[in-house]
């Protein structure tokens, strides 16, 4: 089964190829040695103001009694988002939580409801860029109706997870045949810990860290804005916030490995709008990439170290 999802994975790496395969490689090659590194150093510190942020927002759903310094929960943070990197969904970085001294089941849930803001904003986001930027192009227009049957699903997967009943039906036979017996009784407490402090999560919180997730994404626009210019990309902020909520959702896809293949099909396509060549798109796109895995490997430090 782990095999299988591993090949599942491969699937962008497929579409990466073909990608490659059908572009100047030299053009793309170019790109990348006239490369500007002083706005990729600046992009780079735009990533500090940006974790800070997303550390403070994920605190404000840890109760007072769990809640961990700030310096701790950006390297918590930081060290989820190496795990994610290697992950289909980047579902790597629930591994934060094992940053808090609870329980299992009660520091899962603070991470899940800060990734399902991360990913609520993003989409809600995504769909005010592809309704602008599929205008443009009456044979993408469709594509905008495809994207709110996604977030449509999205926003019954939260009305599912919301209900115990539902899950554990769900749920049910997978915990009966598939979860080893000793590791049963953990998963079974565990899962009532999660829904009991699921009920006392309070929506003051939740709408706090909502707003703050919109703060962290705008102030991470900057980074990626800051990167458009290390290749050349004359592109406004508003074009980069139009842009990049759609990048970052289709690498969420868990048909790829950070994000490989999916992220630059994208590019090539909401660039192509722009009048954007193929090889820049990608550029682009591959910047993104070497940013986070620059940042995934301080997080491997840290991963490595608990």
Not at 114 to 128: Q, Y
Not at 251 to 273: D, F, K, M, N
């Amino acid at each position: 089964m782990k095999n299988h999802f591993r090949l599942f994975g491969l699937i962008g790496i497929g579409i990466f190829i073909y990608l490659l395969l059908n572009i100047d490689l030299k053009s793309l090659l170019t790109y990348f040695k006239e490369a500007d590194i002083f706005y990729f150093l600046i992009s780079l510190l735009f990533i500090i103001p940006t974790i800070f942020v997303k550390g403070i927002k994920w605190l404000l759903i840890v109760s007072e009694e769990d809640r961990i310094p700030l310096p701790k929960a950006i390297i918590a943070w930081v060290a989820g988002f190496s795990a994610g990197l290697i992950t289909p969904g980047r579902v790597g970085d629930f591994l934060r939580a094992k940053f808090l001294k609870v329980r299992l089941g009660k520091s899962l849930l603070t991470v899940l409801v800060d990734r399902i803001n991360d990913v609520l904003v993003l989409f809600l986001l995504g769909i005010f860029s592809v309704f602008i930027l599929f205008s443009k192009k009456n044979s993408l227009f469709n594509l905008s109706y495809l994207f709110i049957l996604f977030f449509i699903l999205f926003l019954i997967l939260i009305l599912v997870l919301r209900n115990k009943n539902i899950v554990e039906k769900i749920g049910k036979p997978f915990y009966k045949y598939l979860v080893p017996e000793k590791f049963k009784e953990s998963i079974g407490e565990n899962f009532n810990i999660f829904y009991r402090n699921f009920e006392k999560l309070g929506k003051r919180k939740i709408l706090g860290n909502f707003l703050l997730t919109i703060l962290a994404w705008f102030v991470g626009f900057l980074q990626y804005w800051f990167l458009s210019f290390t290749f050349g990309l004359n592109l406004s902020y508003f074009s980069i916030c139009l842009i990049t909520p759609v990048l970052l959702l289709v690498q969420l896809i868990p048909i790829s490995i950070s994000g490989i293949g999916t992220r630059e099909a994208a590019a090539v396509l909401l660039l192509g709008i722009f009048g954007v060549v193929p090889e820049l798109a990608i550029a682009f796109s591959l910047g993104i990439l070497i940013e986070d895995y620059i940042l995934g490997l301080i997080g491997l430090l840290f991963l490595i170290k608990k």
